[in-house]
Each structure stands twice: as C-alpha cells, then as structure tokens.
C-alpha cells in the first residue's frame, strides 16, 4: 500500500467539488424532467453570474474546444476576417478552428509564454469582423489581458466581435463580458468548475445574441438558446453533469472572490518553491490556473513525471513546440491553501531527487 495519496495536479481534468461527486452519485436523471430542468436552469443561471453577463449562457454536451466552434461556427460566415493572436496550444487552437470553418484568419505568431500587447492591435489593418483571443493560456501558463486587448480592438474596429477562449479562467480569475468589452466566451466543466469532462459553456452577450448567424446541426445556437430557455435542450444532454454544475456553483459562487483570492494565492506559492530550486517559469505574465516550468537542465520529462508519480502525483508535460520542455502543474480543481503548502513540498522533493 502506498504511503501517498493520489493527487490530480493537471490543468484539466481535475481534482472533482464534493457537491459534484454527490451530485455524480445520485441515479441517473431524464433530461426531460422537472427535476432535470431545474438542474438546467440552475447551472446556466450560476454561470451567468460567474461571468457576469446580461446575456445567456448556453450548455454543450462536449468539451471547451465544442464550445469554442460552436461560438465560431455561429457569429462568423465563411470569408469574414478575424485576427487570431498565437502564442500557444489554444490559441493556435482558436486559429485552426476559424480556419476549418473559412474564415480569413490573420495570424500574429509570438514566441510561446510571451502575451499580447495593446500595441500589436495598433498595427493592424482593416477591416476585421472580430477577433479570437484566448484568456489563460493553459499550455504556457501566461495570462493576457484580454479587458485592454478586446477595448482596444473595438476602438479600433467598433462592428467587430470580440471572442475570448476563458477555458481556465472562468471561477480561477476574474472574468466579466459586456464590462470588459467581451461579446462572447468558451469554458469547460472539467476546469474551474470542478467537475467531470463533458460540457462546454457558450457565453454570448446581449450584442452576440443579436449578431448569431446560426449555423450546423448539432452546434446550432439558436436551436440551442430556444430549448434551454424551457430549461431543455437541443439534443440529450449529459444531464447528470449538468447536475453536478449547478451543485458546484451553488457552493462556489457566494464566495467567489475569497475562492478567486486562493487560487491565485495557491499558484504563487507553488512558483515560488520552484524558483527556490532553480527553476524557470515559462510565462511572461503568470495564470492562477496553471504553473509552467521549463525542465531542469539535463532531465527529460519522463524523468521529472516519474519524479511526481512515485510520489502519488499526476502532472503533465507540454504541447506542441514545447513538448519535451516543460512541465506543468495545477491546483484547479477542489483544494485549499493546505494543499498548495503540501504540492509545493512535494515538487521541491520529487525535483530533488533527481540529483
């Protein structure tokens, strides 16, 4: 019998919210109940709050990445130009996605761990129908100021849709739509909620709702929107998620900014016991969400996972041109500051180790 307990330090899939557990463990629901639809309009009237918009918030069976093509596939037409920052795994992400729907996407390629600047919208030339931006990019660890960039853009290019990819940072930082110039944004339940992968989040503003120019099948917004305003969906959902959101958020959100405080507090912790053994941070800015590490010189990655793994630890490496570079850990799911303490003792030991 092992000495350690198990620990998910991913940056998704996470460490699962009691109330998602309990709600997880309860008998499978028909999505075509009272009960279920009072789950429904639970979750979406949290997330909602969560993201502190006048819109609507719309519930997809899938992932994050559904949700961003979704919002893509239904605020854009094929040929309409759309500025894409990359500077990471999602960002690039949000750029293959334009692309596979037709759209004209202008790319601005940065050095991986960097993030945008107000002046790069500055240089750009028009027109534009929107842009794609990405909140916390998990793969780096770097956070962009997507306020600055999404008031900037509109100041420069006031038609335009402006898209945020808040994956990892919804209920990890603050986020907000129409205050921060934000029409519409993408999340997951395997992230800042707490719960299991299988629902993407769609949050689209007031002006998003006026601009949808539905598309597909399956991803159609509006089919979406007029079935969940009847606590419903399009299509059979992963109900019993559903229930284990709205659980999550009724725990989460009455102390948001105490929550936001410890995340954010958990992170810095656990860069500064990197650094205290040589190690150098990836991102430019610094994510609550995620802590980005390059390797120590002349280890491997298998090494350093290996490292964490005998110690109970699950982590995860990096993606694309930094695969084999970094390594990454995460305090997303459910935890609190002792666990931090205890992860950021357990990294300098499974580093340590390695000689």
Request: glycine share 10%.
């Amino acid at each position: 019998m092992s000495v350690y307990r198990n620990r998910l330090l991913t940056p998704g899939p996470v460490e699962l919210h009691p109330k998602a557990l309990e709600a997880l463990s309860r008998p499978q629901l028909h999505h075509r109940t009272d009960e279920a639809r009072a789950f429904f309009q639970a979750a979406r009237e949290g997330l909602k709050q969560a993201w502190n918009t006048e819109g609507e918030v719309l519930l997809l069976t899938g992932s994050g990445t559904l949700a961003m093509e979704a919002l893509v596939l239904n605020l854009f037409a094929p040929g309409e130009r759309v500025w894409v920052p990359v500077h990471g795994k999602f960002s690039e992400r949000w750029a293959e996605i334009a692309e596979s729907l037709g759209l004209e996407v202008v790319r601005k390629d940065l050095e991986w761990g960097r993030v945008v600047k107000p002046e790069m919208v500055e240089e750009l030339s028009g027109p534009f129908h929107g842009a794609l931006l990405t909140h916390s990019e998990s793969s780096t660890g770097a956070q962009n100021d997507v306020r600055t960039l999404a008031q900037t853009f509109k100041s420069r290019f006031p038609n335009a849709l402006v898209v945020a990819d808040m994956v990892t940072s919804l209920l990890i930082s603050p986020v907000a739509l129409e205050a921060w110039g934000i029409d519409a944004a993408a999340s997951g339940s395997q992230k800042g909620t707490m719960c299991p992968p299988g629902l993407g989040y769609a949050a689209l503003s007031p002006r998003a709702l006026e601009r949808l120019k539905p598309r597909g099948y399956y991803m159609n917004l509006a089919k979406e929107r007029k079935a969940q305003a009847e606590g419903e969906s399009a299509w059979t959902p992963a109900i019993n998620l559903v229930a284990a959101v709205a659980g999550v958020l009724g725990q989460v959100l009455p102390g948001l900014e105490e929550h936001l405080r410890l995340k954010a507090r958990q992170t810095e912790l656990l860069y500064r016991a990197g650094e205290s053994v040589g190690l150098k941070p990836v991102p430019e800015v610094k994510s609550p969400a995620t802590t980005c590490f390059y390797l120590p010189e002349g280890f491997r990655y298998a090494q350093v996972k290996e490292a964490f793994a005998r110690r109970g630890a699950t982590i995860i490496g990096g993606q694309g041109i930094l695969k084999g570079k970094i390594f990454r850990i995460s305090l997303m799911g459910y935890s609190d500051i002792y666990d931090a303490y205890a992860v950021a003792e357990l990294m300098k030991d499974a580093l340590q180790s390695l000689g």
